[in-house]
């Protein structure tokens, strides 16, 4: 999870989230997941292109050789995870 997420998810934090939270590998990230970040969003295009939030958390999925990613957000993570180097499987919370 980036840090950028987990700050986000901080906003609104319940029993169920600490719960989850500290289950989670937590990843700064640099420059290069950043560009990869952008990369991805680029890649999926279209009007209505996915948040620099979910590109980051599937570009450090990717950086780590691939990962399950919980969303509420299935539709704009599972369309950057197909543009993915390495598997990046996405469920709903």
Same mark, same amino acid.
């Given at each position: ?11 609104? =934090?319940?029993?169920?989230?600490? =719960?989850?939270? /500290? ?8 420059? #290069?997941? #950043? ?12 009007? /209505? #292109? ?27 993570? /599972? ?9 990046? /499987?996405?469920?709903?919370?």
């Amino acid at each position: 999870m980036g840090c950028s997420v987990l700050r986000t998810a901080a906003l609104q =934090r319940g029993f169920h989230e600490n =719960r989850l939270l /500290r289950t989670c590998d937590v990843y700064t990230f640099d420059e #290069s997941i #950043s560009r990869s970040a952008a990369t991805l969003r680029t890649a999926v295009g279209g009007a /209505r #292109s996915p948040s620099a939030v979910d590109a980051i958390v599937v570009a450090v999925a990717d950086h780590v050789g691939g990962a399950a990613v919980l969303t509420g957000d299935l539709r704009d993570l /599972r369309a950057l995870a197909r543009h993915a180097a390495h598997e990046i /499987r996405v469920g709903a919370t």
